[in-house]
C-alpha cells in the first residue's frame, strides 16, 4: 500500500520545487517524509531534500493537463508551455525570468542527482515529465511556444514510452527546435507524418 502523507507533509510536498522537487521545511517533516520514501537526503553539501519519484506521484495526483495545453497553471506555479496554451505569447521579461530560473534550476537537479556530477544529459525528472522537460528546453534556448495567434514550437507526447513529439511551423523552425533539444541533452530524430506530410521531430532524453 502506498505510504500516506499527512495533511502537513502534503503541503510541503505540494511546495516542493515544480522543477527540482527540491523541498523546504522543517528537519522533521522532511525527515519523516524520508522515511516514508518520499523524499531523500542529497549526500552532496548543502545536502538539501528532494521529493523521490513515490513523492512526485503523490504531488503530480490529479488529472493530467498534458493533453489539456489550454489548462491555465495555478498562479505563482512555473509551467513549462507545450505550445497551444490560450495564455501562451511572446514571453514579457517575468516569464524569461521565470525560464531562466527553472532551467537553472534543472541544470542543478542534473548536477545533484547523477552519480558524476554532469549536467549535460537529462535527468531522472526530465525522464517522467517527457514534455514539461523538452518544452522547458526549448523555451529556455529562445525558441517560442505556438500561442492562439503566435507561431511556435508545439511538445505532445507519443504511444513511445520515453519519446515526444515537437512540431514547428516550418523547416527553419523545426531544424532550431532539433538544435536546441541536441544541445540540452536530448536524442532527435525527424520523421514525416504519413497523411499530412508535415515534417516533425521524435525527441528522447539521452542516456549517455
Known amino acids: 500500500m502506498a505510504p500516506r502523507p499527512t495533511a ?4 510541503a510536498i505540494d511546495a516542493a520545487d515544480p522543477v527540482t522537487g527540491r523541498l523546504t521545511g522543517q528537519a522533521a517533516q522532511l525527515t519523516a517524509l524520508v522515511r516514508l520514501g518520499l523524499a531523500f537526503r542529497h549526500p552532496r553539501p548543502p545536502h538539501a531534500y528532494f521529493l ?9 495526483a490529479e488529472p493530467a493537463r498534458a493533453a489539456e495545453p489550454s489548462a491555465p497553471a495555478p498562479a505563482g506555479v512555473f ?13 514579457d521579461p517575468a516569464r524569461r525570468r521565470e525560464v531562466r530560473s527553472a532551467w537553472q534550476g ?10 558524476d556530477g554532469a549536467t549535460d544529459r537529462p535527468c531522472g525528472w ?5 514534455a514539461e522537460a523538452a518544452a522547458l528546453a526549448l523555451e529556455a534556448s529562445g ?4 500561442g492562439p495567434a503566435a507561431p511556435g514550437y508545439r511538445v505532445r507526447p507519443t504511444p513511445q514510452p520515453e519519446a515526444v513529439a515537437v512540431h514547428a511551423r516550418d523547416e527553419t523552425a523545426l531544424r532550431a527546435c532539433a538544435a536546441a533539444l541536441t544541445e540540452a541533452g536530448w536524442q532527435v530524430s525527424e520523421h514525416t507524418e504519413p497523411r499530412t506530410r508535415a515534417r516533425y521531430l521524435l525527441a528522447s532524453p539521452r542516456k549517455v
Open 143 to 146: 525558441q517560442p511556444p505556438e
Open 52 to 60: 523521490t519519484p513515490a513523492g512526485q506521484r503523490i504531488r503530480d
Open 79 to 91: 509551467a513549462a508551455r507545450l505550445g497551444g496554451e490560450e495564455a501562451a505569447g511572446p514571453a
Open 126 to 130: 526530465e525522464r517522467s515529465h517527457l
Open 8 to 11: 502537513a507533509q502534503r503541503r
Open 106 to 115: 534543472l541544470l542543478e537537479l542534473r548536477r545533484m542527482t547523477t552519480p
